[in-house]
Nanobody, 126 residues
Framework: QVQLVETGGGLMQAGGSLRLSCAVS????????MAWFRQAPGKEREFVAS????????YYSDSVKGRFTISRDNAKNTVYLQMNNLKPEDTAVYYC???????????????????WGQGTQVTVSS
């Protein structure tokens, strides 16, 4: 059973930075593509960023490109989301997700990811 646990959320002023972490249990972390999604109140879950199984490819939504960076450390079974220049519209619950099927990391559809964390709240004040 694969388990994902996100940490690092919190309250931040606009323009600040946060780094989210997602620790993944299991020996096969290095074979999964990983992604971050987010969901704001009253809105659908949306794609934020993803990374291929080996870290060689990364993808971002237009709304975070240039501000957020996704990375992974396969030795630590952890994926990160560095968030800089935060904006109030970044306020949401952030979820980590893993796909053992679409390992290239290019998928932006939540339904194609097999495993999910419980989410961590990020709140950005203006």
């Amino acid at each position: 059973q694969v388990q994902l646990v996100e940490t690092g959320g919190g309250l931040m002023q606009a323009g600040g930075s946060l780094r989210l972490s997602c620790a993944v249990s299991g020996r096969t972390f290095g074979t999964y593509a990983m992604a971050w999604f987010r969901q704001a109140p009253g809105k659908e879950r949306e794609f934020v960023a993803s990374i291929s199984w080996n870290g060689g490819s990364t993808y971002y939504s237009d709304s975070v490109k240039g501000r957020f960076t996704i990375s992974r450390d396969n030795a630590k079974n952890t994926v990160y989301l560095q968030m800089n220049n935060l904006k109030p519209e970044d306020t949401a619950v952030y979820y980590c997700a893993a796909s053992g099927t679409y390992v290239g990391g290019y998928e932006r559809t939540a339904g194609l990811y097999d495993y999910w964390g419980q989410g961590t709240q990020v709140t950005v004040s203006s």
